[in-house]
């Protein structure tokens, strides 16, 4: 399972589930999206998506506050571009980018267990990303899973 998870090298060859592909084009599109909304209007996705009360805050902590929400989903959009490339381009690396999509969630859960965000009520958003996590999850298991056909191509790959 780990030469599965690091292949080398990388290439295009995949051996996962179908299913998995289109549950990675699904994370991609909708955190894009995602990030796409927070450049655009990134005060109301703050407030409405993620239960921010910027009004509260002093004009410059709010600022200060949307400016980290903005370059955190700049990075979202840096990984999900890098996962586009590979779903199109290196597709034996799609089991290793579901493992940064999901641990990339994971490491910001602990951090908001630590340092917790105030907010006000309970955020949709939230939901959201817990499904996407979930999805991430079985896309993980789903990449993993060799098809019939293809192990015949592994077990000969090798042996040679």
Do not use: K
């Not at 450049?39 to 009360?53: C, K, L």
């Amino acid at each position: 399972m780990f030469h599965r998870l690091f292949p080398q090298p990388i290439d295009n060859r995949y051996s996962g589930s179908q299913i998995a592909l289109w549950l990675l084009g699904l994370i991609v599109f909708v955190h894009i999206l995602q990030s796409v909304l927070a450049f655009v209007n990134g005060q109301w996705i703050a407030q409405s998506a993620d239960a921010i009360p910027l009004e509260t805050y002093p004009a410059a902590a709010a600022q200060t506050i949307l400016a980290i929400f903005t370059v955190s989903a700049f990075r979202r959009l840096i990984i999900s571009l890098i996962c586009a490339v590979v779903l199109f381009r290196y597709r034996s690396a799609v089991p290793v980018m579901f493992v940064v999509l999901g641990l990339s969630y994971l490491g910001g859960q602990i951090i908001f267990q630590f340092i917790p965000i105030v907010r006000v009520g309970a955020p949709p958003g939230a939901v959201m990303n817990l499904i996407m996590f979930g999805l991430t999850v079985v896309g993980l298991t789903l990449s993993l899973w060799t098809r019939a056909g293809s192990r015949l191509v592994d077990r000969r790959t090798r042996a040679t």
